[in-house]
Every structure is written in structure tokens, then in C-alpha cells.
């Protein structure tokens, strides 16, 4: 088992730039594919990218492809979502994921997932 906590959310405007980290407990980090969700109001839990164990695959949500980078430091069993070009609709609560089971880095659901962690709010204002 795993627990994750995350950190670096916070009020920017919009164009601006975050860094959210999410560091991981246990020793297996590295057998973890890791992942970000977001969550607005009234929204369901939507996949916004992923990365494999190697940091060699990263996988992206479009609405965030070409803003969004996520990387990985497994000597600090840390995942990290780096977010710039920030936009209103970019506003959620950002959820680390962490996942054993697959070897794929696809996992756009939910249900592919099996560790969260509590979240990170993200406020961009326009």
C-alpha cells in the first residue's frame, strides 16, 4: 500500500505557472505508475496525465497537452505535475493517483487507479 500527499496548489492568475508535487510513502515508489486527476465543482474526477515507472512514457489529457508536463524523481519517490499557460477552466482540485496493476501508462478512468491521495486546490483567476 501507498499514501500520497499532495502540495503546491494555490491562487494564480490566469497565464500563470504551478508546480504541484505529490510525494508517495513505502519503499516500492518505483513500481508505481503515477498519475494527476482534477476535479471542478459539479464535475466528475477527470484524468489530466500519467507517467510510467521509468519516467520514460508520459501520457496527457488533451486539454492539457503542450501546458502540462508531469515528471517523476524515484529517488525521492515524487511525482510532479508542472502547469503553465494556466486558464480559469483550469481551476479543480488536483489529485495524485498511483497505480500497480498496469503496465500501460492509458489509464483515463478512475477505476484504472488504486491509490489517491487527499487533493490540492487550484484556483486560476481571469
Known amino acids: 500500500q501507498v499514501q500520497l500527499v499532495e502540495s503546491g496548489g494555490g491562487l494564480v492568475q490566469a497565464g500563470g505557472s504551478l508546480r504541484l508535487s505529490c510525494v508517495a510513502s513505502?519503499?516500492?515508489?518505483?513500481?508505481?505508475?503515477m498519475g494527476w486527476f482534477r476535479q471542478a465543482p459539479g464535475k466528475e474526477r477527470a484524468f489530466v496525465a500519467s507517467i510510467s515507472r521509468s519516467a520514460g512514457t508520459t501520457y496527457y489529457a488533451d486539454s492539457v497537452k503542450g501546458r502540462f508536463t508531469i515528471s517523476r524523481d524515484n529517488a525521492k519517490n515524487t511525482v510532479y505535475l508542472q502547469m503553465n499557460s494556466l486558464k480559469p477552466e483550469d481551476t479543480a482540485v488536483y489529485y495524485c493517483?498511483?497505480?500497480?496493476?498496469?503496465?500501460?501508462?492509458?489509464?483515463?478512468?478512475?477505476?484504472?487507479?488504486?491509490?489517491w491521495g487527499q487533493g490540492t486546490q487550484v484556483t486560476v483567476s481571469s
Open positions: 493517483a498511483a497505480d500497480h496493476r498496469h503496465t500501460t501508462v492509458v489509464l483515463t478512468t478512475t477505476l484504472h487507479w488504486a491509490y
Open positions: 513505502g519503499r516500492t515508489f518505483i513500481s508505481y505508475v
